[in-house]
């Protein structure tokens, strides 16, 4: 179940980046259907929503995506049952994405921070990556990504952003890290 979610994730993230966008770095607001979650992108994203399992249900996977530079850019939302465990599913979703971009685990310490971020869930499992792994190809990749949660009514939405590039420019990462807003 979990190599299929991966699967499904990796291509989701793929599929919206190679139809996306130009200029580079034209930062826009974007929001997430269905939730209060605003974004920033740096270029005009495609969106897409799938069912893939995570946490062991089906839930609606909403991805707004697009290239920017040689960056591939996205931001990911899926809201829990009630009562799911945020935490676990949450860390689930990490080890899912550190494995599909071959990222050694478990990471060194300066590789991984706390991510909180106001109207956040005070999570443990809310965290921000940078990390060096390999494309599917076998080329080499950074990834920074950040994952959290927000009260959506009765309910949990999780929230997953990544960058990926041969370098990564701080104030990418940054620039959409801070962007995202419940």
């Known amino acids: 179940m979990q190599n299929h979610f991966m699967a499904v994730t990796a291509s989701l993230i793929f599929s919206v980046a190679l139809s996306a966008c130009s200029p580079d770095q034209n930062w826009r607001e974007v929001t997430l259907d269905g939730s209060t979650l605003k974004a920033q ?8 929503t799938r069912s893939v399992p995570l946490g ?5 996977l909403q991805v707004v995506g697009c290239d920017s530079g040689t960056a591939i850019v ?25 494995d599909n971009a071959r990222i050694k685990q478990p990471l060194a310490l ?11 869930l005070p999570l443990a499992s809310s965290v921000r990556i940078q990390a060096q792994g390999l494309r599917a190809n076998g080329d080499a990749v950074t990834m920074a990504a950040v994952w959290g949660a927000v009260a959506d009514g009765d ?19 940054n620039t959409l890290f801070d962007g995202l807003k419940p």
């Open 41 to 48: 992108l740096p270029c005009k994203p495609d969106r897409t």
């Open 56 to 60: 062991g249900v089906a839930v609606d």
């Open 74 to 98: 996205a931001v990911m939302t899926a809201p829990l049952q009630a009562g799911a465990d945020a935490n676990a599913v949450m860390s689930g979703w990490q080890k899912a994405t550190l």
């Open 110 to 120: 300066e590789q991984l921070q706390n991510w909180h971020r106001p109207g956040q």
């Open 155 to 173: 309910h949990v939405r999780l929230i997953h952003a990544v960058v990926y590039d041969r370098q990564i420019s701080p104030e990418m990462a």
